[in-house]
């Protein structure tokens, strides 16, 4: 079964760090294009970076410098590295390939002091 499985949020003070990863099943994440994606409260589902299936790494502007997505071809996971998180930056965190597949549950990161 087709499926991707999101974890490794959780609330964390500006400034701090925290690292998702996303489980992959029935498909190589090494063969596709790979993405993370944010939903704050109220708010649409925006994209925030890609992994190309040849390494190349996109970001949207608000995240550049500060996080950094990579892959595990042997685990078969990809991850997003978040550095020096900011409250905007608030929201559950979905992962998700090109073409897209259904939605998982998402991770909630919560960022406050």
């Known amino acids: 079964q087709v499926q991707l499985v999101e974890s490794g949020g959780g609330l964390v003070q500006p400034g701090g760090s925290l690292r998702l990863s996303c489980a992959a099943f029935?498909?190589?994440?090494?063969?596709?294009?790979m993405s993370w994606y944010r939903q704050a409260p109220g708010k649409e589902r925006e994209w925030v970076a890609t992994?190309?299936?040849?390494?190349?790494?996109y970001y949207i502007d608000s995240v550049e410098g500060r996080f950094t997505i990579s892959r595990d071809n042997a685990k078969n996971t990809l991850a997003l590295q978040m550095n020096s998180l900011k409250l905007e930056d608030t929201g559950a965190y979905y992962c998700?390939?090109?073409?897209?597949?259904?939605w998982g549950q998402g991770t909630q990161v919560t960022v406050s002091s």
């Open positions: 998700n390939r090109d073409p897209l597949l259904s």
């Open positions: 029935g498909f190589s994440v090494s063969r596709y294009w």
């Open positions: 992994m190309t299936s040849g390494g190349s790494t």
